[in-house]
């Protein structure tokens, strides 16, 4: 059982896709449910009923609350087990069409907690996987530096990766890309760690 809890705990987590948009889906699917279930239990007809232009209009409030509640519900769960299932299965099956040498140098632009990084690192013998990002929090949930970098120590591979966080002053994916390719270092870069060194000190942030 211990065993089991410690696993867990060693697992690595690359943390909730877009955590804004997952509880929204999850307030409108309580919110959809909570008017079908009024209906269901009597509290009232479950009809939205209005006069217009001489008219009478019924709309069936209840029943569409349950058809948003069950859409909003059916897609928080599945951004849920994206999160935690499905990417890493597809990052897998992504980066298995890679015929990796082991000495290539991998750029990863936009790494949050890093997934797709730590994935190539694992395929690296002599290279090195270098990760990128701005770590909004809006993307990614708890998304920074230091998640990454527990990532790669719980993977086995914190030594062949390298992390740099982009100032606020220069953002653009594509100007980073091209001191990379450069082999320069950009100035906009800060760097953040050289794992595993300075993990055990201070996580970098
Ligand atoms: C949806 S997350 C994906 C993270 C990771 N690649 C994964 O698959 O789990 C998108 C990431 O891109 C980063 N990002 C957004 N704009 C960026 C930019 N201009 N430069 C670098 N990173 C950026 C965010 O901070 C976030 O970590």
Redesign the pocket.
């Known amino acids: 059982m211990s065993d089991a809890i410690s696993k867990v705990a060693e697992a690595p987590d690359?943390?909730l896709?877009?955590p804004s948009v997952v509880r929204n889906l999850f307030v409108g699917a309580a919110l959809g449910l909570l008017l079908w279930g009024l209906k269901a239990f009597g509290f009232w007809s479950g009809l939205l009923i209005f006069h217009l232009f001489g008219l009478k209009f019924v709309i069936p409030l209840a029943l569409t609350g349950l058809a948003t509640g069950a859409v909003c519900g059916f897609l928080g769960v599945w951004m849920v087990y994206d999160s935690k299932l499905g990417?890493l299965r597809r990052r897998e099956r992504f980066l298995n069409r890679i015929a990796w040498t082991g000495r290539e140098q991998v750029l990863?632009?936009?790494?949050?907690?890093g997934?797709?990084l730590v994935g190539a690192a694992k395929r690296l013998s002599t290279g090195k996987a270098t990760g990128?990002?701005?770590?909004?929090t809006e993307?990614?949930s708890d998304?920074h530096a230091g998640a990454a970098l527990e990532n790669a120590r719980r993977e086995g591979v914190a030594e062949r990766v390298d992390l740099k966080t982009?100032c606020g002053a220069c953002?653009?994916?594509t100007k980073h890309l091209m001191w990379w390719f450069l082999g320069r270092r950009s100035p906009t870069y800060i760097k953040t760690s050289n794992a595993p060194r300075r993990l055990a000190k201070s996580p970098a942030s």
């Open positions: 690359y943390g896709d877009a990417k990863d632009v936009g790494c949050g907690r997934l797709m990128i990002d701005i770590w909004q993307d990614l998304n982009i953002r653009s994916p």
